[in-house]
DNA sequence: GTCCAGACTTGACAGCAGTGAG
DNA sequence: CTCACTGCTGTCAAGTCTGGAC
């Protein structure tokens, strides 16, 4: 029986908040699963310092076969890699060794390089046999992969520990190289209720602690020594426990679309006030709400790359524009976000805004913060005192959200093609992407698949084009000679244009597709943006099968709002 | 207030499997 | 059957936000 409306489930309040913070009421699981064992390398392949053979130690030798593996890749030729990579690995030498190998350019990494590059051939051409001996392995891991949540059966997101390798940020990381080391069972806890079967250890090795903390969600966790945080093992997307919170994102800014307007007024009031603090406030959450930002905590110096978000914007990140483009009071912004991902926009904002920003920018340095009364705590602390529960990244939800109804509200209508609603879904969806920012690097093969395609779309033309001369002959014989068998083929060479025309459509509609995805990411806007009712109700509305948006995985995390939206739901 | 640990969501991307064309 | 291409899945880094200690 489908339910329209989502059962609160019980012991949970409207917002599906548990009373107590109690997560669960058991939790079992078989642990986390490690990876292999390190294997040294084959006798004839060897590691070279100065043009000499040395044999390494297997703990040495295992790290540089982490470098070796990456001789391609672009992160070895940069000096911060290279630097972090070889004092972490000099840590790692017997004092033999250290005494040996005091430089990394003197070392040749080339024949273990080829050796796992022969390797991954090898695998490739694996065998039948072979290929049924890892479908084995699968099942063995299987059992892994589930656990037992309050008596149901649930996915796991991650059940491996992560392997060692070399560290590799995202951007200009000043960590990236460093050594990530192998996490032993010492390492891990284990959280699991206490009735529950404890999961075993590893022969010979014991858990660093066994704990039964049910106000949490995770199964294992452990410390990760690059950075010092703690890694998790959690519930799959797909799970009752992630849905509903998933869920309740989503209600939270719903919410937010009935407040909404009485916190726009309230920051535009702020833009006046007689304090800085609460002008900037006011500026900041303009631009969170406008423009998508994300929040912007203060991030520690030198440990990750330099990135920013609205309250940790910079002077040096905005440019000023009384005019730009023909347009009044512009502001341009260029930083790196998360990620490292560029933003870069030319934005219209009204004069008040402007004014505001030159008056927080008076006096300062190019690095100094542009919002410097205020941060992500007290921004938040505002707006909880708007409306329970709101914090930044709600109207991150709440903008992506709006502007996918909003757009296929626009964009769609009954009389398209199916494939026609497809495309314009994925405008709405891909407006929304540009909203948050959302890219991707072109695909490597961008270019040639176009090209393909347009080689597609020319043949087709053609092929149509006879067609078409075709159908015209056909009529003209049958006009001068009516009789059965020329009107059949008049109707067959009919047939065949509109069948032509129709896939040369589709193509086009692919191409255009394409072109305009590029760059743009749709995929985490999908995921973790929009809310899945409304693209449930649309397939709903316009007889869209939802496979077409959603694909087998999204259809399982988005499971409970395939089970309880109609077509009427609107964000 | 400030700092920090902890928990959880969000994010880009590599590598793989599946698929369809030749 | 092979090969090229695509879409999916897993990976793990990088954010957000809370709460507790001082």
């Not at 679309?257 to 309230?266: C, M, N, Q």
């Not at 934005?347 to 410097?372: S, Y």
């Not at 909003?406 to 009954?414: A, E, F, M, P, V």
């Not at 749709?522 to 709903?540: E, F, H, M, Q």
Request: glycine share 4%; net charge positive; proline share 4%.
């Amino acid at each position: 029986v489908k339910t329209k409306t989502l059962e609160i489930p019980e012991g949970r309040n409207k917002e599906g908040c548990s009373h107590d913070g109690k997560k669960w009421k058991t939790l079992e699981h078989k642990g986390p699963l490690f990876p292999p064992e390190y294997e040294p390398l084959p006798e004839n392949v060897s590691f070279y310092y100065n043009g000499e053979h040395v044999q390494l130690s297997p703990a040495t030798e295992e790290v540089a076969t982490f470098y070796a593996k990456m001789l391609e890749h672009e992160y070895t030729t940069k000096e911060v890699f290279q630097k972090n990579f070889f004092a972490d690995w000099r840590e790692e030498m017997t004092d033999e060794e250290r005494g040996l190998i005091r430089s990394l350019s003197k070392c040749d990494f080339r024949e273990i390089h080829q050796y796992f590059l022969d390797q991954a051939e090898k695998r490739k051409a694996m065998t039948k046999e072979e290929k049924r001996q890892k479908e084995a392995q699968k099942l063995l891991t299987e059992e892994y992969s589930f656990c037992t949540l309050d008596g149901h059966r649930e996915k796991i997101g991650n059940f491996r520990v992560e392997p060692p390798g070399l560290f590799r940020g995202r951007g200009e990381h000043p960590k990236m190289g460093k050594l990530k080391k192998r996490i032993q069972p010492e390492d891990i806890t284990i959280n699991c209720s206490k009735d529950s079967k404890i999961p075993a250890p590893p022969a010979g090795h014991r858990w660093k602690k066994v704990q039964h903390d049910d106000t949490v969600t995770w199964l294992v966790s452990w410390v990760e020594n690059v950075q010092g945080s703690i890694k998790y093992i959690m519930l799959n997307p797909s799970s009752k426990l992630k849905g509903e919170k998933d869920w309740q994102k989503y209600e939270i800014a719903r919410k937010l679309k009935l407040k909404v307007d009485a916190i726009r007024s309230e920051y535009r009031r702020d833009w006046k006030s007689r304090e800085m603090k609460k002008r900037q406030r006011g500026v900041a959450i303009y631009f969170i709400d406008k423009l998508a930002l994300r929040a912007g905590n203060e991030k520690e110096e030198g440990e990750t790359a330099d990135t920013v978000g609205c309250c940790s914007l910079r002077v040096e990140h905005i440019t000023l524009h009384e005019q730009l483009d023909g347009l009044e009071h512009v502001v341009e912004f260029d930083f790196l976000g998360k990620d490292s991902i560029r933003y870069y926009n030319k934005v219209p904002v009204e004069k008040r805004v402007l004014k505001n920003l030159k008056l927080f920018m008076e006096n300062k340095n190019p690095d100094d913060d542009l919002f410097d009364r205020i941060n992500t705590t007290y921004l938040n602390k505002t707006l909880q005192d708007s409306m329970k529960g709101l914090t930044a990244k709600v109207f991150r939800t709440y903008n992506a959200s709006t502007t996918l109804q909003d757009q296929l509200n626009r964009l769609t209508s009954s009389d398209m093609s199916v494939e026609e609603k497809i495309l314009a879904y994925n405008r709405a969806n891909r407006a929304v992407a540009i909203l948050c920012n959302h890219q991707r690097a072109a695909p490597k093969t961008f270019e040639k698949s176009m090209q393909n395609l347009q080689e597609k779309i020319e043949l087709k033309e053609k092929l149509l084009e006879t067609a078409k001369k075709e159908l015209k002959e056909a009529k003209n014989q049958y006009r001068q000679n009516k009789t059965d068998k020329l009107k059949k083929l008049v109707e067959q060479k009919e047939k065949v244009v509109e069948r032509l025309k129709e896939q040369l459509k589709k193509l086009r509609l692919q191409m255009t597709d394409r072109e305009e995805n590029k760059v743009i990411a749709l995929g985490t806007s999908k995921l973790n943006y929009l809310d899945p009712r409304i693209s449930v109700a649309w397939c709903k509305k316009f007889g869209v099968p939802i496979e077409k948006i959603y694909n087998k995985t999204q259809r399982d995390k988005f499971a409970w709002a395939i089970d309880m939206t109609d077509e009427d739901f609107q964000f």
